[in-house]
């Protein structure tokens, strides 16, 4: 059995879900950020595996989804980026909220997503070291080629977007520091596990799986590991929200 409640930290909306009779008790943690044009109520399912395996779950509303809906997004990739950016500004400030309260365990915590939330999950592993284990979702540690893939991409289909090309190339720079790609050493020997579809048009495969595959070699990605389901589009099957649960009753 489970409980599920409404949160606000910092006016940050969040579920928390923990296993029943357990909610004020010092728990492992995972904090799962839901995707693009989503919001925190769709990723109830993942808090539910996570709770059952003993973990407190809390589920964030991203900036401008959900509770914080503010207009509607276009995917423009600047946009997108400043979401994640967000995102791991009020990662650190979630934790902190848990850990003072003694209701997380500082030691236990780990970062978990689908699509935007699993770039989020990936950026996250280049900034917080404090981050036990991760497992990312149709996810991808690259986002500068991700983003130049984007514009043409079945993200902007029927959609007018125009961008400068001068300021776009300035803030693909910027995301240069939370770039897993370029600075694969901060996955430090840690505990991550991806997993994506093949079919998967909207958020590639095969970069995120040739990432894994250089990664696995090093001595800092000796701890990585890679599923894949054939055939299956960008949606997360439940099994494969089991596994991500699974995962870090293993490895958190």
Request: one cysteine or more; aromatic letters at 12%; a negative charge.
């Amino acid at each position: 059995m489970i409980t599920i409640k409404s949160v606000s930290v910092d006016g940050l909306p969040l579920l928390e879900i923990n296993p029943k009779g357990k909610e004020m008790e010092l728990l492992p943690t995972v904090i799962f950020f839901h995707g693009w044009t989503s919001n925190k109520e769709s990723c109830l399912v993942n808090g539910y595996e996570l709770a059952k395996n003993g973990f407190r779950a809390l589920l964030p509303d991203a900036y401008l989804h959900g509770e914080r809906k503010e207009k509607e997004l276009l995917p423009d990739g600047l946009e997108f980026w400043n979401v994640i950016t967000r995102n791991l500004t009020e990662l650190p400030l979630i934790k902190d909220y848990y850990v003072k309260k003694g209701l997380s365990d500082i030691n236990r915590f780990g970062v978990t997503g689908l699509s935007m939330g699993g770039f989020t999950t990936c950026a996250a592993l280049t900034q917080f070291p404090w981050i036990k284990s991760a497992v990312v979702l149709m996810g991808s540690p690259d986002p500068i080629n991700f983003t130049k893939w984007l514009l043409s991409s079945k993200w902007t289909e029927g959609i007018q977007t125009s961008i400068n090309e001068e300021a776009f190339n300035d803030s693909l720079v910027t995301l240069s520091p939370i770039s897993l790609a370029m600075h694969p050493e901060k996955i430090s020997n840690r505990y991550v596990h991806f997993w994506h579809g093949t079919n998967d048009d909207l958020v590639p495969y095969q970069p995120t799986f040739d990432f894994y595959e250089k990664v696995k070699e090093r001595s800092f990605g000796s701890n990585v590991s890679f599923s894949v389901s054939k055939g299956v589009g960008h949606k997360v099957p439940h099994a494969k929200s089991v596994e991500m649960a699974d995962y870090f009753l293993a490895h958190l």
